[in-house]
């Protein structure tokens, strides 16, 4: 059986008379207890964006989250591709990567936002213009960091076209990585946390959510 319960919403956490009020914080502690209790939870006013290297698992981490946590998902690169209807590759090989990134900067500021949402953003969306410091302001940013040889397999074995990507030799492509990962993670790390996901799992993933907020 779920329930779907909304424990942050201080009037609800209210006895009948009004007299006893809990602080937020304990109701922190009661949400990570029912959610190990198996219950389904809403936890409000959550905006998430998922960061991190190509294969980092944000958009397959990212709805696995907003299921469970029964909050919303968008993925910003299916929300590019269906604003423009294109696919990424399509639309890089159009563009060229510089126009892309200002496309991307655009969609960023424009996405429909709500309070309960988690977005998967694009690998390279924090390391141009300031928009690590836009979703910084925006909500809570999470860095989904990845070793490269853990980043290396999970491509290895990807069915997305990645324009970056394409014309890299398995040889060639933890190098790569490793270069790429060096000159982005100092975009990565403006992150407010920072989620290791080599051994993050579906059975994991919440606890270790809920434990980066300390909950
Ligand atoms: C890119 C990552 C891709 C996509 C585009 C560029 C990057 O998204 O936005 O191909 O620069 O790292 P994923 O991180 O979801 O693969």
Redesign the pocket.
Known sequence: MHFILNLQIPEICETQNGKKQRKRSQFNKVDFFLYHCGLKLKIDMARIFLIG???SG??TYGKLMAQKLNIDFLDM?DYIEKQYSKS?YSL?EEWGEEQFRKEEKNVLRNLPVSDNLII?T???TPCFFDNMEFMNKQGETIYLRTSVRELRDRLMHSN?K???LLDKSLKDLEVYIADLLKKREAYYLKSRYILETDDLNPNNLISSYLALKEI
Do not use: V
């Open positions: 290297f190509m294969g944000k958009s690169d990424i890089f998967a694009g690998g390279g997305k990645r324009p970056l």
